[in-house]
């Protein structure tokens, strides 16, 4: 049954990099010549692609580990650069106070509360670090405080949010810095507020 179905994946859009995920299984396909055209091995690599999962995932939290947010920071910059389009970095400190919600909770929300192409991840210096991409830099004032309100409305006590734009940033190191001093501003403050860098 998975051969047939497999079976009817049009051959010439096969990337023989990019597992084909079915009913929870990966499948890698293997494209061979033969004399009368090319036939496709489905090798199953799901232990491969679980391990890799592993690797990019803070088994707490069930979002991308501070590593991956790394790597992906400067692979996208690089992308959003070459376009000519914005994306924005927010660096998120919480403080979710004696009865607030666990860092799970607040993991979740922010994973419901953006984009599905944009990234939750573990911040390397804060709690949470957001990739959020196609900004438009005239509301990524808006950006940041949606973000405020959706946590504190969870019922977190203290929320500290610092933003920047690519546009400012020359290398993704730049960009994290500037999103680290941003943060750092609000934190000097008292907490409990944004601050776009």
Known sequence: KIG???KSINLDEIDEEE?????G???????KKIPSGSVVIWRNVSAEEKLKKLMVIDPELGIYNSK?????????????????????????DVDPGENGPSLSEIAQTLRKTVRNFDHVCRGDRSDFALLLFVVDPDKIDAV???LFNVLKKLGVDKVSIGLTLSGRSPSSEAMMKQAQRAL??????GGNDISIY
């Open 184 to 189: 750092y501003v609000v934190n000097a403050r």
């Open 68 to 92: 991956f947010m790394k790597d992906m920071l400067e692979r996208e910059l690089d992308r959003v650069n070459s376009e000519g389009s914005q994306m924005a970095l927010a660096l998120i």
């Open 25 to 31: 299984e990966y499948f890698l396909p293997v494209k």
């Open 4 to 6: 047939e179905e497999l």
């Open 19 to 23: 597992p084909v995920e079915h009913n």
């Open 144 to 146: 940041g405080h949606r």
